[in-house]
């Protein structure tokens, strides 16, 4: 090899000058305008200084921009001095970013995973577990203040936590992306955020997202077909349930895609008779064993929900109550240990997969199972008006939007008690606060940490009724 000579190295010098430009004009005392990503670019100048004072009901922190205009803040923690930039208005409300933390919040702590700001599902997760106890404190304050009409809460409100808040889910919903990878949706937008490990899902489903996230591209391209994933952990057989749910207009085989999961996952698809048919197994208190199909609705914290079922049963138990109407059942999650108790009841859920298994394991367990009904939840309470029948407990579980509807013809079934849980405390508040304007009184409000990590939770409340105070 020849040695370098000088006409060498000025050609590598000017090489070098030529691939690095902002470096060359830097060096040579020139202005250099460093390009923001579209998303950092601030309607105005300087960032603004925010103090903020709590976290509101969707789990971003709140504050007021110094002309006093209400913040919406992203990850910011009560307490914390930061400045905030990006501020954007949606429908009149502002939102802004955080550019840097001044001062941290008592609560504030290092969020432990990584991906935690771009999947947005953990948004709580800068926050110690105390930090998020308070927070949702705050946030059924909130609702009881704003849409329960001022009604105060209860001196005595319980909040159950088991654990550190991790590794508790036993259900994923995933999203495909156009590459075959799944993810978690990142939030207010369809992009999906590459998940290898999730560190509130059970170990079972992130030995699952570990295999997917090393897949062949042939494998990548079995799952384009798909637009969503389930991913669904049981102690007991099957252990891991895949549930597939296609794109439109694509028909999947489930056989295809057993080995994109770990030994011994059940594979279905979304509609298909094993949906309906594959069920999974989870203990609950007093010995019942709750049977839950692939298409059908679990709660999501196998541990607090055997507290939440538990606590049901007692207070039920304590109030020698003796019939019941559970009427947003699912596979009988609450149904299943109040006839173990000795309680008879109606059973209803709008989805029948649900409603079958629930009377397969009351009848194998030699419980009554004739009380078992698919059907809208208000039309089915409202032929139990019509047909004069009575019930000591009333118990709904709705979804999001809650009960509103089908209160007034809970009351006509006058009950001595109306059990909510909910996982909305908007709709919760409301639906409380029409029971108390009917007279009733609340015995009871317990928090269940069901959702760690996240501002979600799961509340219930025991309201009272007088007797007579159906309409
Ligand atoms: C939050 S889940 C609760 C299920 C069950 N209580 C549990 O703990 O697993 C709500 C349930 O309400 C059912 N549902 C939704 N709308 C309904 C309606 N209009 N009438 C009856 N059931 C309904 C859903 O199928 C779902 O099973």
């Known amino acids: 090899m020849r040695p370098r000579g000088q006409a060498d190295n000025l050609l590598l010098f000017l090489a070098f000058f030529w691939r690095n430009p902002t470096w060359t004009r830097l060096r040579l005392g020139f202005p250099v305008h460093l ?57 009149g409300i502002a939102h802004g970013e955080i550019r840097s933390v001044l001062q941290s919040g008592p609560e504030r702590i290092e969020p432990i995973c990584p991906i935690t700001s771009s999947c947005g599902g953990c948004n709580l997760m800068h926050l110690s577990l105390e930090g998020q106890r308070q927070a949702k404190f705050e946030i059924l304050d909130d609702a009881f203040r704003r849409v329960g009409g001022g009604l105060p809460l209860p001196e005595k409100i319980e909040f159950v936590r088991l654990g550190d808040g991790l590794a508790y889910r036993s259900r994923l919903r995933l999203h495909v992306d156009r590459n075959g990878r799944v993810g978690f949706l ?37 799952l384009q077909l798909c637009d969503q994933l389930e991913l669904r952990a049981s102690e007991l057989e099957p252990r891991l349930i895949a549930r597939l749910i296609p794109k439109p207009k694509v028909s999947l085989q489930a056989r295809h895609f057993v080995s994109l999961f770990p030994p011994d996952t059940r594979v279905v698809v979304e509609g298909s008779v094993d949906d309906a048919q594959v069920l999974q197994h989870y203990h609950l208190p007093d010995d019942v064993l709750l049977s839950v199909p692939a298409c059908a609705f679990t709660q999501i914290n196998q541990g607090i929900n055997v507290s939440l079922v538990r606590d049901l049963v007692k207070a039920v138990k304590l109030r020698s109550l003796h019939s019941f109407v559970d009427a947003y059942a699912g596979s009988g999650n609450f149904t299943l240990p109040l006839l173990a108790a000795d309680l008879v009841g109606e059973s209803i859920d709008c989805a029948a997969a649900g409603i079958l298994a629930a009377r397969s394991v009351a009848r194998d367990r030699g419980l009554p199972f004739d009380g078992f009904q698919v059907g809208d939840a208000k039309v089915l309470l409202e032929s139990f008006v019509r047909a004069r029948r009575r019930f000591d407990l009333v118990l709904l579980d709705p979804p999001r939007h809650g009960a509103k509807d089908v209160l007034p013809v809970a009351l006509r079934l006058q009950p001595q008690c109306i059990a909510i849980v909910a996982c909305d405390p908007v709709s919760l508040a409301r639906d409380v606060a029409s029971l108390v304007a009917a007279g009733g009184t609340i015995e009871q409000l317990t928090v269940y940490d069901m959702f760690p990590q996240t501002h979600h939770m799961e509340v219930l409340a025991i309201v009272e009724m007088p007797v007579g105070s159906a309409p």
């Not at 976290?55 to 910011?76: C, M, N, S, T, W």
């Not at 999730?198 to 699952?208: H, I, S």
């Open 186 to 222: 990142s939030p207010r937008s369809k992009q999906v955020v590459p998940v290898e490990r999730c560190l509130v899902a059970e170990p079972l489903l992130n030995t699952a997202l570990a295999g997917l996230a090393v897949l062949s591209d042939e494998a990548r391209r079995l």
């Open 35 to 91: 390009k923001q990503p579209k998303h950092m670019l601030d309607d105005r100048p300087q960032p603004e200084v925010v103090y903020v004072e709590r976290i509101a009901p969707g789990g971003d922190g709140l504050g007021r921009l110094p002309q006093g205009e209400l913040v919406f803040i992203k990850a910011a923690a009560p307490g914390d001095q930061i400045e905030v930039g990006n501020v954007t208005r949606r429908k």
